[in-house]
């Protein structure tokens, strides 16, 4: 429980500086110092490198951590289980590889915005992809022996502190497009070769020669096994993806346009905070009461825990919907297109944490395969939705379409956990009571301007977190989040 503990505290410390410091890259640096088709192009690459390295991984990330414990002992520390995992992800890179390389002309005409970007620039897609391979593939080997901190802080850290140094060298020496993109894929490199370093020095990484001999009923476990987290991994990293890769087809600015949601996308993923420093501590207790069959303890924490998510969602997002004005005049003009967009994700994302725990809770269970299938459903919505959105409402049409896919498949996985095991996360009291501190909120709409972007922006959340606040502690909404402010509250009083 003590490395548990250290680990989960120094996540928790990264993921809050990681946060801060893409705030500041996507929000203010990149919109400010790129024009917009050219910060566009690095999102769209980005987004083709994650979705094709989810693919060319071939599930081998979790099926490392999963049977691990089977290798372990065996004619090497890890059995060669590393190395059977590097070669199928190596394989699956090289596949993927080649078809980027010879769909690249037919991926520059599907991506002809005016600019041309892509199909002058677009093969830096390539070592992005590899990057993203190998990080996966090490990422799933830190985790199974243990080394959690090593990946967040490559990725959610070191990454972006990277890419803040990039632009500050770009702002002083006016970098050519090509040299900073070459260096921008390179912090990519970077982060990946971090981790592989940190397992090397701790004695992890080796990849044995001698012969590993599963058993055939170990190895059709695996292969399951691969396929079900493939399906979820492609899932869970492609939607927001996605989106962009046909925003960046379908309209004639396209990479304007992708600049554009992926600045929205960004701050609409500031409501997601609570959910990700929820779900982490919680696995392991959802685990271990699936092992006792204990499901008292996991209707306790769904319940409990959507409730805290709800309120802290709904208090993040009132500060952003009511402050888009604020946060789109520290960027050019055109940034603003996105503010609508900007709204409907705020919605998406409440939808997605009123699901709760609901995900981890089916993925941890034995019909873990429906956790794979709600996620390719919600793929196959998004995508489908997103042809015909965008041709509607443009840029717009592609959150309408996260919205509806993740309504359809919340409420199918709401409906599963309650059929299949008597699950129901949401009490009437307390929505009742977190609607009410949201209709007091409201009242910050009408707060009049004081003329000063940053002062009008500090003024409006005060009129929302105060009656917000107030009304949640008064009417007990939360006792959750009321217990640990009271702890929190003595230990200060004690200093």
């Known amino acids: 429980m003590g490395t548990l503990a250290r680990q989960s505290s120094w996540i928790a410390v990264l993921t809050v500086a990681g946060l801060v410091l893409g705030f500041v890259n996507m929000s203010l640096l990149y919109p400010r110092y790129l024009p917009a088709a050219e910060f566009g192009l690095t999102r769209l690459v980005v987004s083709i490198a994650i979705v094709a390295a989810q693919f060319a991984q071939l599930g081998a990330e979790g099926t490392v951590i999963r049977y691990y414990p089977y290798f372990r002992g065996r004619s090497s520390r890890n059995g060669g289980l590393f190395r059977w995992a590097l070669l199928v992800g190596s394989a699956g890179a090289v596949i993927a590889i080649l078809v980027l390389i010879l769909f690249h002309g037919r991926l520059s005409t599907w991506f002809n915005d005016r600019s041309g970007l892509y199909g002058t620039h677009g093969l830096v897609v390539i070592p992005l992809l590899v990057a993203e391979v190998y990080y996966l593939l090490f990422r799933g080997a830190s985790r199974a022996v243990h080394r959690s901190v090593a990946p967040m802080f490559a990725r959610e850290f070191l990454l972006r502190a990277l890419q803040t140094g990039l632009i ?7 970098l050519p497009f090509p040299l900073f993109l070459g ?4 912090t990519f490199v970077i982060s990946t070769v971090t981790l592989i370093v940190d397992l090397w020095r701790a004695g992890d990484f080796t990849l044995t020669l001698d012969p590993v001999r599963p058993s055939r009923r170990l190895i059709r476990s695996m292969a399951r096994y691969a396929a079900v987290t493939l399906g979820v991994g492609v899932a869970g990293v492609a939607a927001g ?3 962009q890769v046909m925003l960046a087809a379908m309209l004639p600015d396209g990479l304007e346009y992708v600049a554009y949601y992926a600045v929205a996308m960004m ?5 997601m905070v609570p959910s990700r420093a929820m779900t982490m501590p919680a696995l392991p207790l959802i685990a271990e009461a699936w092992r006792r069959r204990d499901l008292g303890t996991i209707r306790s924490l769904h319940a409990r825990s959507t409730t805290v998510l709800l309120t802290l969602g709904f208090y993040t997002a009132l500060c952003i ?3 888009t004005d604020v946060i789109y005049s520290w960027m050019k003009p055109g940034y603003s297109t996105g503010a609508k967009a900007l709204l409907i994700l705020c919605v998406v994302n409440l939808v997605n944490l009123a699901g709760g725990l609901g995900g981890s809770i089916i993925g941890t269970s034995r019909r873990y395969a429906f956790d794979a299938s709600s996620g390719l459903l ?4 998004n995508i489908l939705l997103d042809f015909f959105f965008i041709r509607l409402w443009g840029m717009e049409g592609v959150a309408w379409s996260s919205l509806v896919a993740m309504v359809v498949v919340v409420a199918w996985r709401t409906a599963f956990l309650w059929h299949r095991f008597k699950l129901w996360p949401y009490e009437a009291s307390a929505l009742i009571k977190l609607t009410g501190a949201i209709l007091v909120s409201l009242l910050a709409w009408w707060v009049p301007s004081t003329g000063t972007p ?3 922006g500090l003024l409006r959340c005060v009129v929302i977190t105060v009656p917000y606040w107030v009304v949640v502690f008064w009417t007990g909404a939360c006792p959750e989040l009321i ?3 009271k702890k929190i509250a003595r230990r200060v009083s004690l200093r």
């Open 483 to 485: 217990e640990q402010a």
């Open 378 to 381: 919600y793929l196959g919505l």
């Open 183 to 186: 260096l921008f894929a390179c």
């Open 168 to 174: 500050a060298a770009h702002v002083l020496w006016d």
């Open 454 to 456: 940053l002062y009008d």
């Open 321 to 323: 919907c009511v402050n």
């Open 241 to 243: 993806n996605v989106d």
């Open 267 to 271: 701050l609409a993923s500031v409501v």
